[in-house]
Every structure is written in structure tokens, then in C-alpha cells.
């Protein structure tokens, strides 16, 4: 009875009759299962019963996910309508943007996109894209792609952006820089009214050699004056990015930045810079999800 039972649903009203039927056959158990299984009403019964399952699995997963990931799941499904089959993409890092990689991922394999080629931005986004079994490339040999999709930090109300807290700011912004459309998901959370409002960390890429050096020339700009600057850590030794590089977050902890334009001006003339998270002018349409549903922007 063990045996039968992995070859039907647990809730299956049929395990009765089944198991009676098997009683008046003199035959191998799991023989006669699989040609009761074989009966077209019995196998509508088990597609049925599966796909009701598979709802309540959907639901209850939705469930079980945060709100703000929900809103990231709306935003991040909303931006691969952008995606069309034939079509070189960009794919970012963190978390809103997993579920766009997710989502390509489920539509290759349908079969309802085809032909993608794919350029990440970061190994833990290779990693997951190439799990997922979606073809790979770089900027090497696909130079010019024709959408990228990935989240943002803060997001003021020009559609400029700060991205890297998860520390993948040069890759990406060498790959959205590269892409004919870039198309932004963030949750209604991030929203700030200048960039730097969140008092949570700018941050900005700097080669190892003497980073102290780099750190307190960032600090003592006129254009970020008031920011807190702090080497960016993982346990006891500093973070280091895909590119290895350190990182130095800047923390905007009493009012936003300025004029970030020039900011981004300032940060990338100091030598020991590689890249800021300052995303100026880039953002050619920003999906944002929030409790009343999810708003498309597009740069004017």
C-alpha cells in the first residue's frame, strides 16, 4: 500500500476503489496500479488533483514571502515584459533583481522567450543565471545589449539612482551603460526625495592601496560635506568586491546630498576611485510596486 500510494495524490478520493481493486487481482500490485492509473478518468482525476496542488503551493509560497518581496516579485515580473526573445540582456544583482533573473530563467525554459543571451553583473548573479540555464556572455563579446533590468537603493524623483549596497556598483553600471534601455525595479520603500535620503550607505569603489588615504579624501569634499565615511567591513576584515576592490560608504546622516551631479564629479576625480553608486542620467524607466500596484515612470 506504501508502494501505490507514491503513485497517486495524498487526497485522492480513488485510494479506496484502488486498493479494493488490487484485492481482486491476482497480479503484481504495482502493475495493476499503473493500469488503473492508465484509465482516462482516473488520470484526469491525478492531473486535476496535481494542479490543484500546485495553486495551493503557489499561494502558500506568496504567503509566505514578505510583503516588500512581493512588491520586488511584482516590480521585477513587470520589467521582463521589456524582454522580448532574440534580445541581449543585462541582468543585475541583489534582491529585487534575482526575481527578474528568476523569471527569465521560467520563461526560457517554457519556451516563451527564446534565443536570450544574458550579461551579469556580478558572480552571485552568473551563479544563479547559470543555474537556471540561461545563456552567458560579457561585455567582451556582446559589447551592446538592448535592455538591462536591475533594482536600485534610493531613487529620488528625476529617476536618478544610488545602487552597489551589495557591493556590484561597477560591473553594473558598466553593463547598464552598455545597454540601450535600462529599466529600474524597486519597491515604493526606496523612494527618497533627494539621493542620500535614506541615510543609508552611498557607496563608492576605491582600489586597496592606501585606501585610508582614499577614505579621508572622500570625507573632506565640499560636494558630500556633512556625509560620514566608513570603510565598508565583512566581520573583521574590510569587504571585498568581485573586482577586488574595497569599498567606502558614505552616510548622508543629516540631510541629502546637494547637488549630486557635482558630487559624482568630485568623488571620480579623486585618484584611488574607481566607480561611486551615483547612477546620474541613466534610468530609462523605473517599475516601482507599492500597496496601490505597480507604477511604470519613464525619464522625460
Same mark, same amino acid.
Given at each position: 500500500q506504501n508502494q501505490i500510494s507514491l503513485l497517486l495524490p495524498s487526497s485522492s478520493s480513488y485510494i479506496p476503489t484502488f486498493l479494493h481493486s488490487l484485492h481482486s487481482i491476482r497480479s503484481d500490485p504495482i502493475s495493476s496500479a499503473m493500469q488503473l492509473a492508465a484509465r482516462p478518468s482516473f488520470s484526469r482525476q491525478i492531473r486535476l488533483t496535481a494542479a490543484q496542488n500546485t495553486r495551493r503551493t503557489s499561494v502558500k509560497v506568496m504567503a509566505e514571502m514578505s510583503k516588500q518581496d512581493q512588491l520586488k516579485q511584482e516590480a521585477a515580473w513587470k520589467a521582463v515584459d521589456y524582454v522580448k &526573445?532574440?534580445? #541581449?540582456?543585462?541582468l543585475g544583482t541583489g *534582491? #529585487?533583481?534575482?526575481?527578474?533573473? $528568476?523569471?527569465?530563467? &521560467? @520563461?526560457?525554459? *517554457?519556451?516563451?522567450?527564446?534565443?536570450? %543571451?544574458?550579461?551579469p553583473t556580478s558572480i552571485a548573479t552568473y551563479e544563479q543565471a547559470k543555474g537556471l540555464g540561461i545563456p552567458l556572455a560579457t561585455l567582451d563579446t556582446k559589447p551592446k545589449l538592448d535592455v538591462a533590468i536591475d533594482g536600485a537603493d534610493e531613487v529620488d524623483p528625476n529617476l536618478d539612482v544610488v545602487k552597489g549596497r551589495g557591493g /556590484? @556598483? @561597477?560591473?553594473?553600471? !558598466?553593463?547598464? =551603460?552598455? *545597454? $540601450?534601455?535600462? +529599466?529600474?525595479? +524597486?519597491? $515604493? *520603500?526606496?523612494? +527618497? &526625495?533627494?539621493l542620500g535620503g535614506s541615510k543609508l550607505a552611498m557607496p563608492v569603489e576605491i582600489v586597496q592601496f592606501c585606501h585610508e588615504y582614499t577614505l579621508r579624501k572622500l570625507q573632506a =569634499?565640499?560636494?558630500v560635506a556633512g556625509c560620514v565615511a566608513k570603510l565598508r567591513m565583512s566581520g573583521d576584515e574590510p569587504y571585498?568586491?568581485?573586482? &577586488?576592490?574595497?569599498? %567606502?560608504? =558614505?552616510?548622508f546622516e543629516n540631510e541629502p546630498i546637494k547637488d549630486s551631479y557635482a558630487a559624482a564629479k568630485a568623488i571620480e /576625480?579623486?585618484?584611488? %576611485?574607481?566607480?561611486?553608486?551615483?547612477? !546620474?542620467?541613466? %534610468?530609462? +524607466?523605473c517599475i516601482i510596486a507599492g500597496a496601490n500596484g505597480v507604477e511604470v515612470k519613464e525619464r522625460k
Amino acid at each position: 500500500q506504501n508502494q501505490i500510494s507514491l503513485l497517486l495524490p495524498s487526497s485522492s478520493s480513488y485510494i479506496p476503489t484502488f486498493l479494493h481493486s488490487l484485492h481482486s487481482i491476482r497480479s503484481d500490485p504495482i502493475s495493476s496500479a499503473m493500469q488503473l492509473a492508465a484509465r482516462p478518468s482516473f488520470s484526469r482525476q491525478i492531473r486535476l488533483t496535481a494542479a490543484q496542488n500546485t495553486r495551493r503551493t503557489s499561494v502558500k509560497v506568496m504567503a509566505e514571502m514578505s510583503k516588500q518581496d512581493q512588491l520586488k516579485q511584482e516590480a521585477a515580473w513587470k520589467a521582463v515584459d521589456y524582454v522580448k &526573445s532574440g534580445m #541581449t540582456v543585462g541582468l543585475g544583482t541583489g *534582491s #529585487t533583481a534575482a526575481f527578474a533573473v $528568476d523569471r527569465i530563467g &521560467s @520563461l526560457l525554459k *517554457s519556451g516563451e522567450l527564446k534565443d536570450i %543571451v544574458a550579461v551579469p553583473t556580478s558572480i552571485a548573479t552568473y551563479e544563479q543565471a547559470k543555474g537556471l540555464g540561461i545563456p552567458l556572455a560579457t561585455l567582451d563579446t556582446k559589447p551592446k545589449l538592448d535592455v538591462a533590468i536591475d533594482g536600485a537603493d534610493e531613487v529620488d524623483p528625476n529617476l536618478d539612482v544610488v545602487k552597489g549596497r551589495g557591493g /556590484a @556598483l @561597477l560591473r553594473e553600471k !558598466m553593463v547598464e =551603460l552598455a *545597454s $540601450d534601455k535600462f +529599466v529600474c525595479i +524597486v519597491d $515604493d *520603500s526606496k523612494l +527618497v &526625495s533627494g539621493l542620500g535620503g535614506s541615510k543609508l550607505a552611498m557607496p563608492v569603489e576605491i582600489v586597496q592601496f592606501c585606501h585610508e588615504y582614499t577614505l579621508r579624501k572622500l570625507q573632506a =569634499l565640499p560636494e558630500v560635506a556633512g556625509c560620514v565615511a566608513k570603510l565598508r567591513m565583512s566581520g573583521d576584515e574590510p569587504y571585498v568586491t568581485d573586482n &577586488s576592490n574595497y569599498i %567606502v560608504d =558614505l552616510y548622508f546622516e543629516n540631510e541629502p546630498i546637494k547637488d549630486s551631479y557635482a558630487a559624482a564629479k568630485a568623488i571620480e /576625480a579623486i585618484c584611488g %576611485v574607481v566607480e561611486h553608486g551615483l547612477f !546620474m542620467d541613466m %534610468v530609462d +524607466v523605473c517599475i516601482i510596486a507599492g500597496a496601490n500596484g505597480v507604477e511604470v515612470k519613464e525619464r522625460k
